[in-house]
C-alpha cells in the first residue's frame, strides 16, 4: 500500500517537526509572567499590576508581563501549582499578602503546605489596619472603646470583610488580647469584602469595622468616619497624620497588610537573585513611588533573604497567636 | 446644581470621548453576548490596556462603563437565541425570551428587549442623576435583617413560577440553595462540602455554574436527539426582524414598571442584575400575566428583566459615585479602576472630580442611546445566526465559553466541574425541571444565608432584629402577599365566580 506508507512518511515528518517547533518555543524565553490566585480586580490583581505596570514602565523587563489569574481557596490553588507543577518557572513570580501568611499559618493550603516550601522574593508595598467609628459614634479615642468592650465584650458590634479567622477578624482578636478580652466573646459579623462592611458602618448596623487605613480616605476626607488607631509601628504621613497608632494609646497592636510575590521551589539561585533586584531596582524610583500611591499603598521594601525571614517569622507569629484565640489546636 | 452634568456632557462630547462610548458599547455587546465572559471580566482584561494607553481619567471610565452598560444588553443574545444566559442578568431573559425565538419570532424578541433595555438604562440614569446622594443615605440603611426580608420576599416571588408544576420548582430552587452552602463557610471560615479539593474552597463560580447547566446540558440533549435520529426541528424559520410599535406598546407598563424595581434593587450593595431581573420578572407574571402565558413567549415576560438587569446596572453606580462603596461586583472593579488614577471615589468625588462624574453621567446616556442604535439595526442580523444549525452553534459557544473559563481559572478542575453541573442539568431537564429555579436557588439561597447570619450576630442570636426596622416589616407584608394571595384569590374567584372557572 504505497499511498498509506507515504501517508505515514509524511505524518511522522510532520510529528517530528511538531515536536521541534514545540521544543524551540520551549527553549524561547517566555514572557514574564505573574499569577494573581484570584479572580480578576481584586487585591491580588492589583499587586501583580503593580509589578507588571512598574516593571514595564521602569524597563526592567523586555517583554511585558503577564498577568494570569489563578482563583481558587483563597491562593490555595496558586500555591499547590507554584509547589508542584510550575516549580522551577524561571520566569513566574505569584502575588501574596500577609492574608497568604495567615491562612499558611492556619493550614488553608492544605496539611502539607508550609511557608517554607516557596522562595519568597519581596513586597513593594503596605497597608496597615485601622480601627473604624462612625463620627457620631460614643468613642473618641481607643482607650474609651477598649474600656468599652472590657466592660461587656458583647455590648459592642464589630464587623469587617473576612471570616473568623480572616485578616479582618485577626485585628480585632488582636485588639481584644491586647487588653487581655477573651477574643471569642466578641460580636463579630463578617461581610463580603470591605466594602460592604463599610457601608454596615455607615447605615449603624455596626458600630466599629477593622479595615484598612489607605481605603478610608474617602470617607476619611468626607468626615463621615473618625479613624480611632492605625495598627501600624509609627504615625503614616499626609492625611493620615492626625491619626494615632494602637500602640501609642497603649495597646501594642501592629497589623500590616504588606504585597508581595513568591517563586517556585526549585527556581534556580539566579533566577531568584535576579528578581530580587528588578524589585530592588523598581521600588527606588519615582515613577514606581506615584504608581504605588497610585494604589493606596505605604512604602516598605524587603526583598531576598530579609523577606523570606519576615514572612517565615510572621507565619510562625500567627501559628501562635492562632492557637492562643483558639482558631488551632 | 447640574453644572457637572453640563461640564460632563462638555467631556463626553469630545471625538475621543465619543469614539470610546462607542468602542465600549460594542466590546461590552459582545462580551455580553458570549456566555463565559461577563461584565466583569471584559472590564478587567481592558483596564490595563486603558492605562497602558495612557487614557485620562475620564475617557477610559467612559470606555469601561460602556463596556459594564453594553454587555448587559449583549447578555440577552444568547438567552434569546439558545436558551444559555450570557450573564448573570440574562437567566430570567431565557424563560420568555427563547420560546419567542423557537415561535419564529427571534427578530423582534431581541428588538423589544433592546427597546425594554434602553428605557430600563434610560430611567435609571435619570434614577442616578437626580437622587444619587439622597438614594445612597437610604440604601446604607438596608442591612443584614433587611437584606434578609428581600430574600424572603424574592422566593416568596418565585412562587409565582411555579405555574405547571409546583412540586418540581420547589426542589429546584432548593437543589439550588444547597449548591450555594459549597466552599468556605462566610461566617465562620469553615470548609464545607468541598472534599478536600482546594479549587472548590471558594464556591462554585457562577459563570460555570451557569455554562455547565444552560449550555452542557442543551449539548447532551442534542446528542440524544441525534443518537436517536429525532427531527431537531423544533425552530419556526425566522418571520420579520423588526418589533412593532403596538408590542412596545402592549409593554410599557411592563417596562416602565420593572425599571423602577431594577433600579431600587441595583442602588442596594451587594445586591446586582441577576436579583433585579428575578424580582422583576416575577413581580410582572404576578401582576400581568392573566392568561397563564408568561414561559411559553409572552412578550412582557422578556420586557421586564431586560428593563430590570439594565436599571440596576446603572442604579449600582449610585452607591459607588456617593459613597465609594461598589453595587455590584462590576462596579467593585471600576472603583479599582478609578483608584488607578489617584481618585477615590465618594463623597467628596461629585465636588473634587466633577468632571469625572459629569463625564461618566453623560457617557451613561450617551452611551445608552448609541447601544439603542446599534442594537436595533442588529436585532435582525443576530436573529439571522439562527439560521446556523443548531448543532454547530451551541457547541461552538459551550467551546469558546470552555475557553473563557480555562483563561479565567488556568485550571482545568473548573472545566471538569462544569461538565458534571452539565450532566446534572441534562438530567434534571430530562425529569422536566425547569433551571430558572435552581439558578435563583443558588444565587438567592446564598445571600440568604450570609445575611441571615450577619443579622444574628448583630442582635446576638436575637430573632427579633428580622421585623425590627419599617423597611424590613414592609418586604415581610409584601413576601406575604405574593405568596398568600393568590391562594385566597384562587378560591375568592372559586366562590364567588363559579361560572367561570366551571
Known amino acids: 500500500m504505497p499511498k498509506s506508507s507515504s501517508l505515514r512518511r509524511w505524518l511522522a515528518a510532520a510529528v517530528a517537526g511538531g515536536a521541534l517547533l514545540a521544543g524551540a518555543v520551549q527553549a524561547q524565553a517566555k514572557p514574564p509572567e505573574c499569577i494573581a490566585p484570584a479572580k480578576p480586580g481584586g487585591g491580588y490583581d492589583l499587586t501583580c499590576r503593580l509589578a507588571a505596570n512598574g516593571l514595564q514602565e521602569a524597563k526592567l523587563i523586555d517583554e511585558p508581563m503577564l498577568v494570569t489569574y489563578m482563583p481558587g481557596g483563597i491562593g490555595a490553588v496558586a500555591y499547590n501549582h507554584v509547589t508542584g507543577v510550575r516549580n522551577d518557572d524561571p520566569n513566574l513570580i505569584v502575588a501574596a499578602s500577609t492574608g497568604a501568611a495567615l491562612n499558611l499559618a492556619l493550614k488553608k493550603f492544605g496539611a502539607k503546605q508550609s511557608v517554607d516550601d516557596v522562595r519568597w522574593l519581596g513586597a513593594l508595598g503596605v497597608d496597615y489596619g485601622a480601627v473604624v467609628v462612625r463620627n457620631d459614634a460614643p468613642w473618641q479615642n481607643l482607650d474609651e472603646l477598649m474600656q468599652a468592650l472590657k466592660k461587656n465584650p458583647s455590648s459592642v458590634v464589630i464587623g469587617a470583610g473576612g471570616t473568623i479567622g480572616s485578616q479582618d477578624w485577626m485585628k480585632a482578636a488582636l485588639m481584644a488580647k491586647s487588653a487581655s478580652i477573651d477574643p471569642r466573646k466578641l460580636r463579630y459579623v463578617s461581610f463580603e469584602g470591605g466594602g460592604e462592611a463599610l457601608a454596615a458602618l455607615l447605615g449603624e448596623h455596626i458600630q466599629v469595622f477593622t479595615g484598612d487605613l489607605a481605603e478610608l480616605k474617602p470617607q476619611l476626607d468626607s468626615g463621615e468616619v473618625r479613624i480611632l488607631a492605625a495598627l501600624a509601628e509609627e504615625r503614616q504621613g499626609g492625611p493620615y497624620a492626625d491619626i494615632p497608632t494602637a500602640k501609642e494609646q497603649g495597646y501594642d497592636v501592629e497589623w500590616p497588610i504588606w504585597r508581595g510575590y513568591y517563586m517556585g521551589p526549585k527556581v534556580s539561585d539566579e533566577a531568584y537573585q535576579a528578581w530580587v533586584e528588578r524589585l530592588r531596582e523598581l521600588s527606588q524610583t519615582e515613577s514606581f513611588a506615584k504608581l504605588r500611591e497610585g494604589r493606596g499603598l505605604f512604602p516598605m521594601s524587603k526583598f531576598g533573604d530579609d523577606f523570606d525571614q519576615y514572612v517565615k517569622q510572621q507565619v510562625a507569629g500567627f501559628s501562635q497567636l492562632a492557637k492562643e484565640v483558639g482558631l488551632t489546636q | ?87 448573570a442578568g440574562a437567566v430570567m431573559t431565557t424563560l420568555d425570551g427563547h420560546p419567542l425565538a423557537k415561535k419564529g419570532l427571534a427578530g423582534p424578541a431581541l428588538g423589544l ?64 440553595v444547597l449548591i450555594s452552602t459549597v466552599g468556605v463557610d462566610s461566617g465562620t471560615g469553615v470548609l464545607r462540602f468541598t472534599f478536600d479539593m482546594p479549587e472548590l474552597y471558594d464556591g462554585i463560580d457562577f459563570v460555570v455554574m451557569i455554562i455547565g447547566l444552560f449550555a452542557v446540558s442543551e449539548i447532551l440533549l442534542m446528542l440524544e436527539h441525534a443518537f436517536r435520529h429525532d427531527q431537531d426541528g423544533e425552530m419556526a424559520p425566522i418571520g420579520r426582524v423588526m418589533v412593532k410599535m403596538s408590542e412596545v406598546l402592549y409593554c410599557k407598563w411592563a417596562i416602565l414598571r420593572s425599571s423602577v424595581i431594577g433600579f431600587v434593587i441595583g442602588v442596594l450593595p451587594g445586591t446586582g442584575a441577576s436579583v433585579a431581573s428575578a424580582v422583576a420578572y416575577t413581580t410582572e407574571k404576578r401582576i400581568s400575566d392573566h392568561d397563564n402565558s408568561f414561559g411559553t413567549g409572552n412578550m412582557r415576560g422578556l420586557a421586564a428583566p431586560e428593563a430590570a438587569n439594565n436599571a440596576s446596572a446603572a442604579g449600582s453606580f449610585v452607591p459607588m459615585l456617593t459613597l465609594g462603596i461598589p453595587g455590584s461586583g ?86 471538569y466541574l462544569m461538565l458534571v453541573i452539565g450532566v446534572f442539568g441534562y438530567l434534571l431537564r430530562k425529569f422536566g425541571f425547569s433551571l430558572a429555579p435552581v439558578v435563583l436557588g443558588f444565587v438567592l439561597g446564598g445571600l440568604m444565608e450570609e445575611n441571615l447570619r450577619r443579622a444574628l450576630s448583630i442582635s446576638g442570636g436575637d430573632l427579633a432584629i428580622l421585623w425590627q426596622s419599617g423597611l424590613s416589616i414592609g418586604l415581610w407584608i409584601a413576601a406575604a402577599a405574593v405568596a398568600f394571595i393568590p391562594l385566597f384569590a384562587g378560591r375568592l374567584k372559586a366562590r364567588f365566580l363559579p361560572g367561570r372557572t366551571a
Open chain 2, 1 to 87: 446644581m447640574f453644572d457637572f452634568l453640563i461640564q460632563g456632557f462638555g467631556v463626553a462630547l469630545t471625538p475621543l470621548n465619543l469614539g470610546l462610548a462607542f468602542l465600549g458599547a460594542l466590546l461590552g455587546t459582545l462580551f455580553g453576548a458570549l456566555p463565559g465572559i461577563g461584565p466583569i471580566n471584559g472590564i478587567a482584561i481592558l483596564m490595563p490596556l486603558a492605562y497602558t494607553l495612557g487614557l485620562p481619567a475620564e475617557s477610559s471610565l467612559i470606555l469601561l462603563a460602556g463596556i459594564y452598560t453594553g454587555s448587559e444588553y449583549g447578555g440577552r443574545m444568547s438567552s434569546i437565541l439558545l436558551n444559555v444566559p450570557g450573564d
Open chain 2, 113 to 176: 428587549s433592546a427597546v425594554s433595555s434602553f428605557i430600563g438604562a434610560t430611567v435609571a440614569i435619570l434614577g442616578l442623576t437626580l437622587f444619587a446622594p439622597l438614594l445612597a443615605i437610604v440604601a446604607v440603611k438596608f442591612g443584614p435583617a433587611e437584606f434578609f426580608a428581600l430574600m424572603i420576599f424574592a422566593f416568596a416571588s418565585m412562587s409565582a413560577m411555579m405555574g405547571k408544576d409546583p412540586l418540581k420548582t420547589l426542589i429546584g430552587a432548593v437543589l439550588g
Open chain 2, 330 to 415: 462590576t462596579t467593585a472593579i471600576l472603583l479599582g479602576a478609578l483608584m488607578l488614577y489617584n481618585i477615590n471615589p465618594g463623597p467628596m468625588m461629585f465636588r473634587e472630580q466633577p468632571m469625572v462624574v459629569g463625564g461618566l453621567i453623560a457617557s451613561l446616556y450617551i452611551g445608552n442611546v448609541m447601544l439603542l442604535l446599534l442594537n436595533l439595526p442588529l436585532a435582525g442580523v443576530f436573529a439571522r445566526v439562527l439560521q446556523v444549525p443548531r448543532w454547530l452553534l451551541v457547541p461552538s459557544v459551550a467551546i469558546l465559553a470552555f475557553v473563557g473559563v480555562y483563561q479565567l481559572h488556568s485550571d482545568l478542575m473548573a472545566i
